[in-house]
């Protein structure tokens, strides 16, 4: 067939599309960042402007610490066991985070006493102020995270939460994940700058 020009059409790309609750998530997530970045920043400044109070930070952030990162460890354990089906460890990884979450939280409170202890207060000194302000701040975030987690325990109660519905469990493990790296930079900028 003489004159017959015959084209080749490729499917054409598919653009890059993202969930739009995870877009949410990270577009939240940036700000928080933005937020502390400009926290920590400020603390430096201020540091540098002179009469800071020097004291030490609480034994009890060691404690929750760790706690924090057993209970990200937990999480992923438990996303991975809903991508494998299986409920019932989703169930208990994340009841432990939850329960972990609260005694994180618990552990915070329990770390201001130790500041009050030290005569460390919230007005004063701006020293006391800022570290006041970021771990308020990180908890009332860790308070939304665990808000996060019932959601998606209840979820898994109901069957919601399994390989083929791994959105509410993976926000909120990429999440959980994002509030424990927050604490440890907040951590280990408190011990080499306080």
Do not use: D, E
């Given at each position: 067939m003489r004159g017959t020009n015959i084209k080749l059409v490729e499917n054409p790309a598919r653009p890059l599309s993202m969930h739009p609750h995870k877009f949410a998530l990270?577009?939240?997530?940036?700000?928080?960042?933005?937020?502390?970045a400009s926290l920590t920043s400020a603390f430096i400044v201020k540091q540098g402007e002179g009469s800071w109070l020097d004291?030490?930070?609480?034994?009890?952030?060691?404690?929750?610490?760790?706690?924090?990162?057993?209970?990200?460890?937990?999480?992923?354990?438990?996303?991975?066991?809903?991508?494998?089906?299986?409920?019932?460890?989703?169930?208990?990884?994340?009841?432990?985070?939850?329960?972990?979450?609260?005694?994180?939280?618990?552990?915070?409170w329990m770390s201001w006493g130790e500041l009050v202890d030290m005569d460390v207060y919230f007005v004063g000194n701006p020293a006391g102020s800022f570290i006041y302000v970021l771990t308020g701040?990180?908890?009332?975030?860790?308070?939304?995270?665990?808000?996060?987690?019932?959601?998606?325990?209840?979820?898994?109660?109901?069957?919601?939460?399994?390989?083929?519905?791994?959105?509410?469990i993976e926000m909120c493990t990429t999440y959980w994940h994002f509030l424990g790296a927050l604490w440890l930079y907040l951590f280990v900028f408190l011990v080499f700058y306080h």
């Open positions: 990270w577009l939240f997530i940036v700000s928080i960042v933005m937020i502390f004291y030490q930070l609480p034994s009890m952030f060691w404690f929750t610490s760790g706690v924090i990162i057993v209970s990200s460890i937990l999480l992923q354990w438990g996303y991975f066991a809903a991508k494998r089906n299986q409920i019932q460890t989703v169930k208990l990884t994340v009841g432990l985070t939850l329960l972990l979450g609260l005694i994180f939280l618990v552990g915070q701040l990180h908890a009332f975030h860790l308070i939304s995270g665990i808000i996060f987690l019932i959601i998606v325990l209840f979820s898994a109660f109901k069957h919601k939460v399994h390989a083929q519905n791994m959105v509410r």
